[in-house]
């Protein structure tokens, strides 16, 4: 199946600083989803993207496909408290049934 | 609508035991997935189903079983149960296929020790 490396596995920030994490492949993808997971909590999912080079936005949260379609970014905005938890991005096998996790970036915020 | 539900929350089985994870959902989605989560790491599938009577192995199949005889229900099968099967199981389930756009659900978590 498809494989994924996020980096990084663990992130710092104070309240306020930005936040940026990366998923990379080594092959070309036909979409990728990104998902929130806080402590203790379940999986919710945020955005799927399709389209090479994609960006979208829902509020301080930017995501981004690449040219390539071999990697994507979640970039966190002015970090709040409420942003803590674990964010990982999601691939699926060509004929949609399938979604493989990268192993996720923790994030934790610093009031 | 309940969404994805999981029975039971919490379990702690011994080594050899069996049981059954539930999971129902009232969204008539076609497609259900089981993943479990190691402590710290991504999450791996188990199995999933395409719709009912359909299933088929994910990433770490071994030492588990599913069925799926109706469209809501999903259920997982630990047979003999043994310490690597201590994880946090979740059920999933979208009304079509991951390249649709559409929003897969997630239940919220057995949380299984085999001791």
């Known amino acids: 199946g498809q494989q994924v490396m996020q980096i990084p596995q663990y992130q710092h920030v104070q309240e306020g600083e930005d936040f940026t994490t990366y998923c990379n492949s080594s092959?070309?993808?036909?979409?990728i989803q990104w998902y929130k997971q806080r402590p203790g909590g379940h999986p919710v999912f945020l955005i799927q993207?399709?389209?090479?080079?994609e960006v979208k936005k829902q509020k301080r949260l930017t995501f981004q496909f690449g040219e390539a379609k071999k990697n994507s970014s979640l970039h966190i905005t002015a970090t709040q408290t409420t942003d803590v938890g674990t964010y990982f991005c999601a691939v699926g096998e060509t004929s949609g049934s399938r979604l493989t996790f990268g192993e996720g970036t923790q994030l934790t915020v610093n009031p | 609508n309940a969404g994805v539900t999981q029975t039971p929350k919490f379990r702690i089985l011994k080594i050899g035991q069996s049981m059954t994870l539930q999971c129902a959902q009232d969204m008539n989605h076609n497609y259900m997935y089981w993943y479990r989560q190691d402590p710290g790491m991504g999450l791996k599938l188990i199995y999933y189903s395409v719709g009912a009577g359909i299933t088929d192995k994910g990433e770490v199949p071994n030492g588990y079983n599913v069925s799926r005889s109706t469209t809501e229900d999903f259920p997982l099968r630990l047979e003999l149960a043994a310490p690597s099967q201590t994880s946090v199981y979740f059920c999933?389930?979208?009304?079509?296929?991951?390249?649709?756009?559409?929003?897969?659900?997630f239940g919220e978590g057995s949380w299984l020790t085999v001791v």
């Open positions: 993207l399709v389209k090479s080079g």
């Open positions: 999933a389930s979208s009304y079509l296929g991951l390249f649709s756009g559409n929003t897969i659900y």
């Open positions: 092959t070309t993808l036909s979409n």
